[in-house]
Each structure stands twice: as C-alpha cells, then as structure tokens.
C-alpha cells in the first residue's frame, strides 16, 4: 500500500501568513494528489486535484505543487475562513490513501 | 448539478451487518465511479472501496472480508454492506464521485448495544 505521509500535524498561524503543508508519498504517484479542507461537521471539500489544477470555486490564494514524491500546498495570504483540517489523497492505485491531516488554526 | 446523499440507520448492534445506501443525482453510474469514506469521530479518513462505471469494484485490503458494494443504476443507488461490526466502526461514513470531486454529506454510524 501506497504511504501518505502528511506534516505538520498541526499548525497555527497569523492572517495574512503564508502556510505550507506537505505529503510525502512512499513511491511514484506521479500527479494523483489531491487536497482536501474540512470544517466541523463538514464533509471535505476538494481544493487541488492533479497535484496542481485548482477547483472550481476555490480562491486562488490555495495553490499546489509537486517536487519528485513530495507534494505541497500551499496558501498565500491566510484568511479568516482558512481554518480547519487540511489533508492529502493519493488516487493513483488502490488502496487509495490519505495523509493523517493537518489541524491549521488562526493564531 | 451533482448531489450525493448517504442514508441508513444510525445505530447497529455489534456483530450485526451495516447496509447504507448513496443516492446520486446529477451524473450517471455508468460513467462514474462512487466510493465510500469513513472517518471515526475525531479522526482521519479513510477510503473503504468502491465501484466504477463498469460495475467492478474495489476494496480496502483491511475491509474486503466483511464488505460489498453495489448498485441499481436504474435507481442512481449505490449500495454499501458491510457485516461483523464491531465498535471501531462507528464512524460517519461518506460517498464521493467523481475522483473523490463530490461528497455527500455524511451519516453517522453508532455500532453500540
């Protein structure tokens, strides 16, 4: 089965910062990443899909990008509405799999 | 416009079978796949199996001795049987579309006696 792993874990932050979360995959997923954000009681929204192609309707301070395995997202000028649980899916081959989750917070 | 949505009971006895049924509107079975999620309360998410346009499907190794999906595409329902249930699988459990695009909106399973 494929790993995601996904740091930090938790993160908290000023408005206006910019903040990155990566997943690192155990083996070649090529572009098969995708991001997700989570409110409470939510189901995830989709943000980025093919390791870097934004979703409709999402803002386009949200960005990510792909250096070998590792995969980042990352968000330009943190909002008031950004807080919540980030997380990472590889859908290259099943299992498919997602990173554990980061916890953002306003700080 | 794509809309999924999980129904089922809220609470399974333990050792009893969990049957949820995803009603989808807006796109096609025979052209989309739709998977299920589930996440235990406080934790991650984790992708349970699912079935293509086609018919086949897939499975998580962890799950694939108690688990089934299927569908009526006549009734856009994709159908999730899951048997032997045990506490850890309280959770709320999601079906997604469309490469994980579209979820619905999640339905609490409480495995308890």
């Known amino acids: 089965d494929i790993q995601m792993t996904q740091s930090p874990a938790s993160l908290s932050a000023s408005l206006e910062e910019i903040v990155t979360i990566t997943c690192q995959a155990s083996q070649d997923i090529g572009n098969w990443l995708a991001w997700y954000q989570q409110k409470p009681g939510k189901s995830p929204q989709l943000l980025i899909y093919g390791a870097t192609s934004l979703a409709d309707g999402v803002p386009s301070r949200f960005s990510g990008s792909r250096s070998g395995t590792q995969y980042s997202l990352k968000i330009s000028r943190l909002q008031v509405e950004d807080p919540g649980i980030y997380y990472c899916?590889?859908?290259?081959?099943?299992?498919?799999?997602f990173g554990a989750g980061t916890k953002l917070e306003l700080k | 416009q794509v809309q999924l949505k999980e129904s089922g009971p809220g609470l399974v006895q333990p050792s009893q079978t969990l049957s949820l049924t995803c009603t989808v509107s807006?796109?096609?079975?025979?052209?989309?796949?739709v998977h299920w999620v589930r996440q235990p309360p406080g934790k991650g998410l984790e992708w349970m199996g699912g079935?293509?346009?086609?018919?086949?499907?897939d499975y998580n190794s962890a799950l694939k001795s108690r688990l089934s999906i299927s569908r009526d595409t006549s009734k856009s329902q994709v159908f999730l049987k899951m048997n032997s249930l045990q506490t850890d699988d309280t959770a709320i459990y999601f079906c997604?579309?469309?490469?994980?695009?579209?979820w619905g909106q999640g339905t609490l399973v409480t495995v308890s006696s």
């Open positions: 807006g796109f096609s079975l025979t052209s989309n796949s």
């Open positions: 079935i293509w346009g086609d018919g086949s499907t």
């Open positions: 899916l590889q859908g290259y081959s099943a299992p498919y799999t």
């Open positions: 997604t579309s469309d490469w994980f695009a579209y």
